[in-house]
């Protein structure tokens, strides 16, 4: 008896008999339940009066346990069954449904077929697997390779204005640098590579991924293309030039380590600056300068062999003009250039077609040819040519142009020859 008494219902039919309940117990009314379970008051009013009627058991839909009215006949479900099992053992669900109604003609949807096999055992459920990303494992070696990126956040919780954290991760021993920016760009990527190489060394390599900053949009031009090159962003350019190996992430889990990282500080990080009320990217980073070595000290591992492949920078090397935005100009007859919409004049008689423009992390500019500094000031605007400038008479206004009068040759030769071009004109031309 007890059995009789139980109802089975669905997670939704309980939340739905809840709130129904509130509504036949007076507290609330029938159009906060309908809201509440986004549902129309006539079905409101629907639901309430069946269970007043039949009582709980009135939530439960009327179809329940019920076949369907669009439901096959065991039989037809028989033959298709004995069908694929003798003409289409291996075949999959969609190719099987295909077959039955090209050769067989039996119509069945694909689905339907889906899952009468799974319910016979001809068919198991196969799940979609998920992109297996292979797991890579450590660099051997502290200094092998760094996994450097940017990460857009909000770092001091309103505080301050977004900014992004560039950060480095050795790939053998988890070691952390980082350092706050106003933005992700190509200047704050060379200043951090170069605070990075002054406290740690050069590594032998940089994963990246293909952000504008890492990896150059452009299309090889003409010289490229005969020596077998490719065009190489300004950050590239320079890892070329210290000999650091560039390496680019086909995707984000390729570069794993720094994205979880990322994590790491977007959780500890920013609660750490928050109890200690930091409030712009000054304190920001030198809060990193304390904080980074208590880090790196409880979450870096030790290398699998001992060898540092760091390595320092040549004595003599000059780092400035390799940290730096480097650009070619054209150089004018009147010995000035373009860059950045501002007109800089060259002060020596140069004879030169391109001369080049270094933008330092400084801010300053540097504008050399043939690796040789050259001196230049800054112009309000373009100088003009000395020309005679003809003055305007006022006595003499300026000509004006009107419609052209009935008897121009070109009215006369238009209505005369309307068909013909203008060079087939003839030397005279009829009245109008």
């Known amino acids: 008896m007890a059995e009789e008494d139980m109802i089975a219902m669905s997670k939704k039919e309980l939340q739905r008999l809840h709130v129904i309940q509130k509504v036949l117990e007076g507290l609330i009314p029938q159009t906060a339940a309908s809201d509440i379970l986004s549902l129309s008051d006539r079905q409101i009013r629907r639901i309430v009066r069946r269970i007043r009627q039949e009582g709980p058991h009135g939530i439960v839909h009327k179809s329940r346990g019920k076949p369907s009215n669009r439901r096959r006949e065991d039989a037809f479900r028989e033959t298709v069954i004995r069908l694929y099992r003798t003409q289409y053992p291996d075949f999959g669900p969609t190719f099987a449904s295909e077959k039955l109604i090209e050769r067989d003609g039996i119509a069945v949807n694909d689905e339907t077929l889906r899952l009468w096999l799974i319910q016979s055992g001809d068919w198991k459920k196969a799940r979609k697997k998920k992109k297996h990303h292979a797991w890579r494992e450590r660099k051997p070696h502290y200094g092998q390779m760094l996994q450097m990126d940017g990460s857009h956040h909000d770092w001091f919780e309103r505080r301050a204005p977004t900014c992004v954290l560039m950060s480095y991760i050795d790939d053998a021993t988890g070691r952390t640098f980082a350092r706050f920016y106003g933005y992700e760009g190509t200047l704050p990527a ?243």
């Open 190 to 432: 060379l200043d951090s590579l170069k605070r990075y190489s002054k406290r740690h060394g050069l590594p032998l390599s940089i994963y990246l991924d293909k952000h504008s900053t890492y990896r150059s949009i452009g299309k090889p031009t003409i010289e490229d293309e005969l020596n077998g090159t490719k065009p190489l962003s300004q950050f590239e350019r320079a890892l070329t030039e210290l000999g650091i190996k560039v390496i680019h992430a086909n995707s984000p889990q390729a570069k794993g380590r720094i994205e979880r990282l990322f994590r790491t500080f977007q959780d500890r990080l920013v609660k750490e600056m928050r109890l200690r009320d930091i409030s712009s990217l000054e304190e920001g980073n030198a809060f990193l300068k304390t904080y980074l070595p208590v880090y790196n000290r409880r979450f870096s591992v030790q290398p699998q062999q001992a060898p540092d492949l760091h390595r320092m920078l040549p004595q003599g090397t000059d780092t400035t003009m390799i940290f730096c935005i480097r650009t070619e100009r054209r150089l004018r007859n009147d010995r000035t250039i373009a860059h950045h919409k501002k007109l800089y004049q060259i002060e020596e008689n140069l004879r030169a077609h391109k001369v080049t423009v270094s933008e330092l992390l400084d801010g300053s500019l540097v504008i050399t040819h043939n690796d040789k500094p050259l001196r230049y000031h800054e112009l309000g605007e373009r100088p003009v040519q000395k020309k005679q400038a003809r003055e305007k008479d006022p006595q003499r206004p300026g000509r004006t142009y009107g419609p052209a009068p009935a008897d121009h040759p070109w009215r006369r030769f238009r209505i005369a020859f309307p068909n013909r071009k203008k060079e087939e004109a003839p030397e005279q031309l009829p009245p109008i």
